[in-house]
């Protein structure tokens, strides 16, 4: 996928243009000082316009962004002593899902999430952050050392979905999904999840189910791929611009159905563009709701959770008239 | 996902791909004769009936109706509905045909939405059952889906009913985007609560069980017992054609083949099947009821 | 495997000369009458010499008989109601393995055992009764499912061993065998475990760990199969059968070392000659085990489990001297 | 299983499999140098020592023995023995060359039987230990090896110390028969109620760890960390060879091709592994400390 997004282009072009100005500025032949400031004004608003008036199809495009920070950036910005731990101790380690173990302000945790490659052999390793049962099982794995030492959990949301492949059905993903879904369900650890890029299926719900369910503004999170979506209602691909904004997967419109319990502002531009200030507004996050969650005991947080999902439903007395 | 009712039925070569229905696909249009959708046999309608749907030529299990379901395992009388006057609403806003296909499907199959629920007894023994119709949105999970569901489950943990679900169903009901993802959350954890106060829980999967619905409750079984050839598995087998570029290997993604693969304790063919649930429910009705956890 | 031992020949002559005289004497030509009386005294007191003399490879030979009854000819003759339940949940239904829900003496109970095939082709497809992983994992599944509803588990054991093969060391067999091993220790269920045929090594151990374990007069349970031993300590398979007077695997033995608790006796000539006697038998014995388990409850059974297996194990608290 | 001590190396092509003893194959005449048992590599004595007995060439990890990996591992002076002065007996009446093996591995490692079991610490966090020797009857587990390892479990769930378990082993101890195979359960058992306590339990897979060893505590830690290059298997792989008459991959059965199968969590190089292991086991000291279970 490029680094530059279609949305981008205009910004990206009145940049180029200020700084070839610039360069004939320094030349020292004509003064073009002013033209400059005002260019440099109309950049700024320029980006706002962009930005604060993304499509749900540009915010699918962010959240693939291949420079966005993925689960190991986070793992190393706001966490240390990470251990990686591999292996689902049944058939395989999958490397579509990293975790382990690691301190976050100093406090043991387990952290688990999907991991996209960098580069494309990296990608291919990684199964560009498609999981096999393996990877949900290796993640239920680490979730029950978890559990079973009071360790909170923080999972990490990227992934495209469970890989669709004839081996991965075999080996039974529609059980891996299912038994890290009802495993969730039963922690007795404090777990915080944050969608930090693309939330896809099932796939990114078998490590979702958190107590907190945190997302960045411009990640998304969808019940099918827009491209899948689109290929099953009008059997075309290629409105999955349309579908995207059908299906109501951007961080507002979860926020509004109450399936997500804060949206993580991000800088103009995406995460990838001032990513310390990303990692500084997680941090944050991730700490608050540890907090808060930390008060609880085991069979609170159980019970909670159970009361927390229970909600999730739109469910009317009456039949809808269309 | 709802709306993809072909979609589950690739490799099975001699379906017509263009039909979207399994009752129509079921049908010629004389009312006294059907064609097998499987094996393209036709057979008078009553005997055909007569067979629980199943092909008298091939064997291939036909869809049910929620009500024939029921009449086939319930023992005479002993239905109870649960949970009724729970419908579908249209969180996303959706525009389009999908309000008039609701009322369309109600019409149709006389329920209000994909599933029913309730109480019957299995030569005697009371059991929290949930049965789902395909014939209903392609037996979508959508929030009623899943409420009902979970009511079904709680229900039969207050009361120490053991449970049981009759899967059939393509997955989420897109048309509710996220909340119906959600869907397979409330079901597990009401599977695990179950387990909790060791109340058995059973799955019957029958054709299809796939996508949302294979990758929450339908997988949790303490028993699965599923009827044969049923389609089964998470990805649809034209998505995985199209990852891998290859044709599926026949007989992927059918009950034998989770059989072989380790997921499926038993392949029960309809003829047999309410004996067996009888049998199987009966095993863990002693001890279950004489000393709860 | 030849359905005639070795050390049964002698016997088998003598009865056919037996019946030779008596269709001789049947022609009325001579009487034969008290020859054959003589004859067949001898042919009784042969038996009882063979049979009641059987070294150690003799009762490794006849616990591997073809013939000899399997763990599906003991549910079939002592429970009702057997559903036979597949599959490990994870990976494949091991054929070697064999397991399911059954009544015995109208109680519900999880019954699982390995099966030998019976014919080639059934050898074939259940791999000798040589489990796999999956063998183990099923095994552990089911047994879960009775300890989650406090049904009494039998297990039947008869297998060389677990299986030498590439995928199976891929897919963990030592991880198998360990967590079924662990898992069985835990179990609040009453576990009774017979030994029907040939307990082979960890591949017998898998899912042998009972709180009463019994075996039949002529089976054997050993640390490693004669051939085996032989080529480690000799570098010569054909001196298996010295090696299986080494080992101490036959029932007396085993149970002069508190390794079983009871060994039900065999008809002259092994279990496969008077089949009936034997169900009886082992009938009787399950059900006064079980009897006597029942009156405890699951922690109490976990605790005396515990114990029983703690004390095994022979400890000086001054070196040997040679 | 015992005596084995080959075995384990078949799919290692350079290995003279006539030497049946690693530190004797590690050895050259002389006395300043050591000749790698994996690549050939002749190195200084002083070298390979101060290097932890790993090659300078191939970086193969060549045995410890239990005292040297206590020097490895623990902080200077923390260890105390536990449970000294228990004996192997001779439960089979084995005649023959056994018992004299016994009393000489007896004085060529300085060790009563083969393993080593007390307490440490690692960076100051109290750790109940275990560690096998391969010198000592291949580290073979008879009756005295299970007898200490479970008093090793036992005692560190009532002291609440983290457990690890360093294991060498090719299994069983034949000459003790099924005595020898029980010791699978008693450890395993001990492992279960460590678990119960919620008290960690850590295992270090070192060349080799296999057959009986393999399949039962050395499977079951919290977390498996694994040297490298280390053989582990359940089945020896001459045995495999035997059955499946073909040729075993390379790199077959060991610490790497089990982390990428799933059974290992970490393979870290000798050099790392006491800095790694006072991390991975610090991780946990301090909530299991605050809030036993
Ligand atoms: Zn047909
Ligand atoms: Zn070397």
Redesign the interface.
């Given at each position: 996928m490029s680094m530059i997004l279609e949305v981008e282009k205009p910004l990206l072009e009145l940049e180029n243009k200020i700084k070839e100005l610039k360069e004939v500025n320094l030349t020292g032949r004509v003064d073009l000082s002013s033209e400059i400031r005002l260019l440099e004004r109309k950049a700024e608003q320029l980006k706002k316009s962009i930005y604060e008036n993304l499509s749900a199809w540009d915010r699918v495009l962010i959240a693939r962004h291949s420079v966005r920070p993925g689960t190991l950036d986070y793992i190393q910005a706001l966490f240390t002593d990470f251990l990686e731990l591999h292996g689902d101790r049944l058939y395989a380690d999958d490397p579509a899902i990293v975790g382990g173990l690691a301190r976050f302000e100093g406090r043991s945790c387990v952290v688990v999430g999907h991991q996209k490659g960098k580069g494309t052999k990296d990608n291919l390793a990684r199964n560009f952050g498609m999981p096999n049962p393996e990877g949900f099982r290796k993640a239920g794995r680490l979730m029950s050392l978890a559990h079973r030492f009071r360790l909170p959990i923080f999972t990490f949301i990227d992934t495209p979905g469970a890989y669709p492949g004839i081996e991965a059905e075999e080996r039974g993903q529609y059980e891996a999904i299912a038994s890290n879904i009802a495993l969730m369900t039963e922690l007795g650890s404090p777990i915080v999840t944050l969608v930090i890029g693309e939330g896809g299926s099932g796939g990114a719900l078998g490590i979702a189910v958190g107590d907190r369910v945190l997302i960045l503004e411009n990640s998304v999170y969808s019940v099918i791929s827009p491209e899948g979506c689109a290929t099953i209602l009008w059997r075309d691909a290629s409105k999955a611009e349309q579908a995207a904004s059908w299906l109501g997967l951007t961080s507002d419109k979860l926020l509004r159905l109450g399936l997500v319990d804060e949206v993580l502002s991000e800088p103009l531009g995406g995460a990838h563009r001032e990513t310390e200030n990303v990692f500084a507004t997680v941090r944050g996050a991730l700490r608050r709701h540890l907090g808060e969650l930390l008060l609880s005991t085991p069979a609170e947080l159980v019970t909670s959770r159970y009361a927390k999902y229970r909600r999730m439903g739109v469910v009317l007395e009456q039949a809808l008239t269309p | 996902?709802?709306?993809?009712f072909d979609?589950f039925r690739v490799n099975r070569p001699k379906v017509d791909q263009s039909r979207s229905d399994e009752t129509q696909r079921a049908e010629l249009p004389s009312d006294l004769w059907i064609k097998c959708s499987d094996c393209g046999n036709a057979m008078y309608r009553k005997v055909f009936l007569d067979n629980s749907k199943v092909c008298d030529k091939c064997g291939f299990h036909h869809k049910l109706t929620a009500h024939e379901r029921l009449e086939l395992l319930a023992d005479p009388g002993s239905f109870e509905e649960w949970d009724k006057?729970?419908?579908?609403?249209?969180?996303?806003g959706?525009e389009g045909e999908y309000?008039?296909k609701?009322?369309s499907d109600?019409k149709k199959t006389g329920l209000?939405d994909a599933v029913l629920s309730g109480k019957i007894e299995l030569t005697g023994i009371p059991v929290g059952i949930a049965i789902m119709d395909f014939h209903f949105r392609g037996g979508s999970m959508g929030?009623?889906v899943?409420?009902k569901i979970?009511r079904m489950l709680e229900r039969s943990g207050d009361l120490r009913f053991p449970a049981l679900v009759v899967t059939s169903s393509g997955g989420?009901r897109?048309q509710?985007?996220?909340?119906?993802?959600?869907?397979?959350?409330?079901t597990?954890?009401a599977?695990?609560?179950l387990?909790d106060l060791?109340v058995?829980y059973f799955c019957l999967l029958t054709d299809p069980t796939?996508?949302?619905v294979?990758?929450?409750?339908?997988?949790?079984g303490?028993?699965i017992v599923a009827e044969p050839r049923a389609i089964?598995?998470?990805?649809?087998a034209r998505?995985?054609e199209q990852?891998?570029r290859q044709k599926?290997?026949p007989g992927?993604?059918t009950s034998e083949?989770?059989?072989?693969?380790?997921?499926?304790?038993?392949v029960v063919p309809r003829s047999e099947l309410r004996a067996?649930m009888a049998?199987?429910i009966g095993?863990?009705a002693?001890?279950?009821l004489e000393?709860p956890a």
């Open positions: - | 996902m709802a709306g993809l979609k006057g729970l419908f579908s609403g249209n969180p996303l959706i309000l008039e609701l009322v109600r209000e929030s009623v899943g409420e979970t989420a897109m509710e985007g996220m909340l119906s993802l959600m869907q397979m959350v409330r597990s954890a599977v695990r609560r387990n060791s058995p796939t996508a949302g294979a990758a929450s409750f339908a997988a949790l303490d028993v089964i598995g998470f990805s649809g998505v995985i990852t891998i599926l290997p992927f993604q083949f989770y059989q072989k693969h380790g997921f499926i304790d038993m067996t049998r199987l095993m863990f002693q001890p279950v000393s």
